[in-house]
């Protein structure tokens, strides 16, 4: 248990029907009891725990009312942090949180570090590692989809995997070396190939979760989607059609779009950061050229590219330079205007862009675009059937340790094949098995957890 008081503002900044101010810590009491008073006249330490209090908080130095209030008691270890905490529940201005917290402060708290509740929280035992980053995940969940996978992590969903090939490693870690450390007991003996058969067997169930890692980025941050094509041809259209609603100008003069403009969209659960450029073609405009450039950048950093064409239109040099751009990114080439006499077809696209999918859409009759939303979906969820239903989806810094894991696993399989000794294979299965602990804090050191939770907002 820590053994100083926090406090800080839980709720979002702004004006709002309600406030919190959070206090945890051994003298979380001791500062609710010089702070408030109750209307039924009871001491905080007669109040039950876990039950809503009406009364008002008043300044300790002159008895002034601040504000009046709904105070909560929650005692250790049934709260959050496992500590006791009391949280104030006060009119939601800016300048009675502010007031309040000032208080609190004044009565022997400090102010909470960024993430410092949660942190507690998981330094108390009541959140692992993957728990504690799922709470992060649910505040900032874009979608239902991105909110239904966080809250599979706070549930302990992907900590339960982890578990579960950490026992499997430590098993076999412990057989091995009691067969060396106690060669005259009768223990059953485990060969080469049957370490290098149970580190694959962990290894493969660890890759399963490194391929949602894709997935995992594009629900929590959103799919990066450039929509991308020559000027005019309908790009800012289909960004309207796709938000549906009127967010960028549509006219017939080439070249209207000169910067990058994003929205964010709700597609059937997927969280689509949707980026309209500028027309990619030869320009003298300085500003339109400074777009294209702009276009091209955006392009680099992309997870999915839309590329739209005019099939009324002859197929151009344009076009083809657009085509030529996007090398090996995942795309989805868009034939526009199939409401009106194609003048060429995909058979050129399969020349120009071999191995893209080609969808035929028109804007201005609004065709299409279910096939277009479905596509989009499929290629953030593989074409796998769920959709994200069951997903257990890795963030950055557990794929990073999982890769590694698996590097450690594969190694033992190459080892197991050299004929090298157990005691050399064990290495690396504990070397796996130390980095899983990683993930879920099980063998984490004191300054990746202060990285961690230095992302955390205050009041969390």
Known sequence: MAEDTISAIVTAPGEAGVGIVRVSGPLAQNVGEALFCSASGRKLAELPSHYASYGKVVNPVDGAMVDEVLLLVMRAPHSYTREDVVEIQCHGSHVSLRRILALTLSCGARLAEPGEFTKRAFLNGRLDLTQAEAVMDVIRAKTEASLRLAVRHLEGGLAAAIRAERERLLALIAHIEALLDYPEEEIEEVSAQQAADGAALAAAKLQHLLDTADQGKVLREGLA?????????????????????????????????????????????????????????????????????????????????LVLLDTSRPLSTEDKEVLTLLGAQKSLVLLNKSDLPPLWGEEEIRTLAPGQQVLRISLAAASGLEELEEAIVQQVYCGAASQGEGLLAVNVRQEALLQQAVRHLQEVGVAAAAGMPLDCLSIDLRAAWTLLGEITGDTVGEDMITEIFSRFCIGK
């Open 225 to 305: 989607t450039v929509i991308l094509g020559k000027p005019n041809v309908g790009k800012s259209s289909l960004l309207n059609a796709l938000v549906r609603t009127q967010r960028a100008i549509v006219t017939d003069v080439p070249g209207t779009t000169r910067d990058v403009i994003e929205e964010y969209v709700n597609l059937r659960g997927v969280p689509l950061r949707i980026i309209d450029t500028a027309g990619i073609r030869e320009t003298e405009d300085i500003v339109e050229k400074l777009g294209v450039e702009r276009s091209r950048q955006m392009l680099e950093e992309a997870d999915l590219v």
